[in-house]
């Protein structure tokens, strides 16, 4: 199992930056790409971010330029630099990892509220 605990969601005007973090534990064998993943009312849940542990990232085009993934594997955390924030950036930001065995095994965070005001 893996325990994925995040924190970082807050209420940020338009324009605003915050940092989302993700702190993972348990058994991290074969954990190799974690990722952001929002979901906002009525929607479904989209990518935002995923990195692998060495370091490869991937962006939805929509924030792209504007947010950073970034990863500590000795810590086996990642983390989320938001900037220049806009109002449809607000959802509930989830995390995820991958454990890529056969099957392969997703595992998600309870989520962090960001909340962009205009």
């Known amino acids: 199992q893996v325990q994925l605990v995040e924190s970082g969601g807050d209420l940020v005007q338009a324009g605003g930056s915050l940092r989302l973090s993700c702190a993972a534990s348990?058994?991290?064998?074969?954990?190799?790409?974690m990722g952001w993943y929002r979901q906002a009312p009525g929607k479904q849940r989209d990518l935002v971010a995923t990195?692998?542990?060495?370091?490869?990232?991937d962006y939805a085009d929509s924030v792209k330029g504007r947010f950073t993934i970034s990863r500590d594997n000795a810590k086996n955390t990642i983390y989320l630099q938001m900037n220049s924030l806009k109002p449809e950036d607000t959802a509930v930001y989830y995390c995820?990892?991958?454990?890529?065995?056969?099957?392969?095994?997703?595992?998600w965070g309870q989520g962090t509220q960001v909340t962009v005001s205009s």
């Open positions: 990195i692998t542990s060495g370091g490869s990232t």
């Open positions: 348990g058994s991290m064998f074969r954990i190799d790409t």
């Open positions: 995820n990892a991958l454990r890529s065995t056969w099957p392969p095994r997703n595992y």
